[in-house]
Every structure is written in structure tokens, then in C-alpha cells.
């Protein structure tokens, strides 16, 4: 069984800043489950996507370590931001 949510969001960069940094991709795969997640700028918009597959939905315990690596992982790119700088 898999099932893959995909999300994508658009933002639009507010007149008078321009994008100073934006998160680096990510790509997580295991045998259990993959994530993966980039934000690309395309003018003056914000484009994020992701995708998050699940293909196993019992892991065995001799795989928790890397479970818990994979949710970290997810965890850690959902804290993510794009930062703004006003332009001079």
C-alpha cells in the first residue's frame, strides 16, 4: 500500500524585498517511507513542495533508529523559512 500526499504552496514576495535565503531540498528515502521537499523562487514568487510516500505501514523494530532519523528529518524541514531582506 502507498499513499502520497503532495502538497504545494505558492507565496508571493511582498513589494520592496527580494529573498535572501531559502531552505536546502530535501530528500529522505527508505525502504519504509520517503520525503522529499524543495522551494524554488520563480520571479517574485515562493514556490514549496512536497511529498511524503508511505510504503510500509508496520515498521519492524530493527528499523526504529532509521524512523526516527526519518521523522527528524521531517520535523527539521518543517521549521524551515525563507528569509527576506528589504531591497535598498
Do not use: Q, W
Not at 520592496?16 to 524554488?40: L, M, N, R
Not at 520563480?42 to 530493527?62: A, I, K, M
Amino acid at each position: 500500500m502507498t499513499f502520497v500526499p503532495v502538497v504545494f504552496l505558492l507565496g508571493t514576495i511582498p513589494a520592496g524585498y527580494a529573498v535572501d535565503d531559502i531552505p536546502p531540498p530535501v530528500d529522505a528515502d527508505y525502504s519504509f517511507a520517503s520525503y522529499h521537499a524543495k522551494t524554488v523562487v520563480n520571479g517574485n514568487v515562493v514556490d514549496y513542495s512536497r511529498t511524503f510516500e508511505v510504503r510500509e505501514l508496520s515498521v519492524p523494530v530493527d528499523k526504529a533508529e532509521d524512523l526516527r532519523k526519518f521523522y527528524r528529518t521531517i520535523a527539521s524541514d518543517e521549521r524551515n523559512t525563507v528569509v527576506l531582506k528589504p531591497i535598498p
